[in-house]
Protein backbone atom coordinates (compact mmCIF):
# COMPACT_ATOMS: atom_id res chain seq x y z
CA UNK A 1 0.00 0.00 0.00
CA UNK A 2 1.11 3.29 -0.66
CA UNK A 3 0.10 6.97 1.00
CA UNK A 4 0.45 9.71 -0.92
CA UNK A 5 0.28 13.46 0.61
CA UNK A 6 0.78 16.58 -0.92
CA UNK A 7 1.51 20.05 0.36
CA UNK A 8 2.80 23.30 -0.80
CA UNK A 9 -0.48 24.87 -1.96
CA UNK A 10 -1.83 27.97 -1.53
CA UNK A 11 -3.15 31.36 -2.39
CA UNK A 12 -0.83 33.22 -5.02
CA UNK A 13 -1.10 35.80 -7.57
CA UNK A 14 -1.30 35.47 -11.01
CA UNK A 15 2.37 35.20 -12.58
CA UNK A 16 3.66 34.12 -9.16
CA UNK A 17 4.74 30.46 -8.75
CA UNK A 18 4.38 27.88 -6.42
CA UNK A 19 5.86 24.53 -5.80
CA UNK A 20 4.05 21.19 -4.81
CA UNK A 21 5.11 18.30 -3.10
CA UNK A 22 4.24 14.64 -3.27
CA UNK A 23 5.42 12.72 -0.24
CA UNK A 24 5.02 9.17 -0.34
CA UNK A 25 5.19 6.22 2.13
CA UNK A 26 4.69 2.49 2.84
CA UNK A 27 6.49 1.98 -0.12
CA UNK A 28 9.85 3.04 -2.21
CA UNK A 29 8.05 5.14 -4.95
CA UNK A 30 11.42 3.98 -7.49
CA UNK A 31 9.18 1.76 -9.64
CA UNK A 32 6.35 4.06 -9.95
CA UNK A 33 5.06 6.27 -12.22
CA UNK A 34 3.97 9.55 -10.35
CA UNK A 35 1.25 11.77 -11.78
CA UNK A 36 -0.41 15.10 -11.22
CA UNK A 37 -4.33 15.98 -11.87
CA UNK A 38 -6.24 18.66 -10.74
CA UNK A 39 -9.77 19.54 -10.35
CA UNK A 40 -11.80 22.74 -10.15
CA UNK A 41 -14.89 23.37 -8.75
CA UNK A 42 -17.36 22.30 -10.92
CA UNK A 43 -15.15 20.57 -12.93
CA UNK A 44 -14.19 17.08 -13.77
CA UNK A 45 -10.59 15.83 -12.45
CA UNK A 46 -7.85 16.54 -15.53
CA UNK A 47 -4.31 15.31 -15.92
CA UNK A 48 -1.75 17.61 -15.44
CA UNK A 49 2.00 16.18 -15.56
CA UNK A 50 3.12 12.79 -15.38
CA UNK A 51 6.88 11.51 -14.77
CA UNK A 52 8.37 7.76 -14.99
CA UNK A 53 9.92 6.19 -12.53
CA UNK A 54 13.63 7.20 -13.89
CA UNK A 55 12.66 10.16 -14.87
CA UNK A 56 13.07 9.57 -18.67
CA UNK A 57 9.71 9.86 -19.29
CA UNK A 58 8.05 13.13 -18.95
CA UNK A 59 4.07 14.33 -20.00
CA UNK A 60 2.22 17.77 -19.34
CA UNK A 61 -1.28 18.77 -20.37
CA UNK A 62 -1.57 20.89 -23.27
CA UNK A 63 -2.70 24.11 -20.67
CA UNK A 64 1.08 23.74 -18.50
CA UNK A 65 3.39 22.84 -21.01
CA UNK A 66 6.33 25.46 -20.72
CA UNK A 67 5.15 26.82 -16.99
CA UNK A 68 4.75 23.68 -14.71
CA UNK A 69 7.74 21.24 -14.31
CA UNK A 70 7.60 17.88 -12.67
CA UNK A 71 10.13 16.27 -11.58
CA UNK A 72 10.95 13.67 -8.47
CA UNK A 73 13.90 12.76 -5.96
CA UNK A 74 13.65 9.02 -5.19
CA UNK A 75 16.05 8.96 -2.23
CA UNK A 76 13.47 11.15 -0.99
CA UNK A 77 10.28 9.50 -1.93
CA UNK A 78 8.86 12.60 -2.84
CA UNK A 79 7.54 14.23 -6.34
CA UNK A 80 7.13 17.57 -7.36
CA UNK A 81 5.56 19.78 -9.58
CA UNK A 82 7.10 23.53 -10.15
CA UNK A 83 4.24 25.78 -11.10
CA UNK A 84 5.30 28.87 -12.41
CA UNK A 85 3.31 31.56 -14.51
CA UNK A 86 0.31 31.18 -13.14
CA UNK A 87 -3.12 31.87 -13.81
CA UNK A 88 -6.44 31.94 -12.48
CA UNK A 89 -8.11 29.38 -13.97
CA UNK A 90 -5.27 27.10 -12.60
CA UNK A 91 -7.22 27.58 -9.27
CA UNK A 92 -7.94 23.97 -8.63
CA UNK A 93 -7.04 21.11 -6.11
CA UNK A 94 -4.12 19.31 -7.00
CA UNK A 95 -3.79 15.88 -6.34
CA UNK A 96 -0.58 13.38 -6.61
CA UNK A 97 -0.91 9.72 -8.30
CA UNK A 98 1.29 6.58 -8.26
CA UNK A 99 0.78 4.12 -10.82
CA UNK A 100 3.24 0.99 -11.20
CA UNK A 101 2.38 1.78 -15.33
CA UNK A 102 5.56 2.77 -16.88
CA UNK A 103 3.44 5.48 -18.44
CA UNK A 104 0.30 6.76 -17.63
CA UNK A 105 -2.27 9.63 -18.46
CA UNK A 106 -5.53 8.99 -17.36
CA UNK A 107 -7.39 8.50 -14.09
CA UNK A 108 -8.67 4.97 -14.25
CA UNK A 109 -4.81 4.25 -14.72
CA UNK A 110 -3.53 5.69 -11.77
CA UNK A 111 -3.73 3.06 -8.18
CA UNK A 112 -2.89 5.81 -5.28
CA UNK A 113 -3.91 9.16 -4.50
CA UNK A 114 -3.51 11.60 -1.88
CA UNK A 115 -5.90 14.05 -0.26
CA UNK A 116 -4.87 17.08 -2.88
CA UNK A 117 -3.64 20.49 -2.02
CA UNK A 118 -5.38 23.91 -2.58
CA UNK A 119 -4.19 25.93 -5.10
CA UNK A 120 -5.81 29.61 -5.96
CA UNK A 121 -4.28 32.07 -8.63
CA UNK A 122 -6.14 35.42 -7.96
CA UNK A 123 -6.03 38.18 -11.02
Known amino acids: QVQLVESGGGLVQAGGSLRLSCAAS????????MGWFCQAPGKEREFVAAISWSGGWRYYADSVKGRFAISRNNAKNTTYLQMNSLKPEDTAVYYC????????????????WGQGTQVTVSS
Open 97 to 112: AATTRAVATRINQYDY
Open 26 to 33: GRTLSSYT
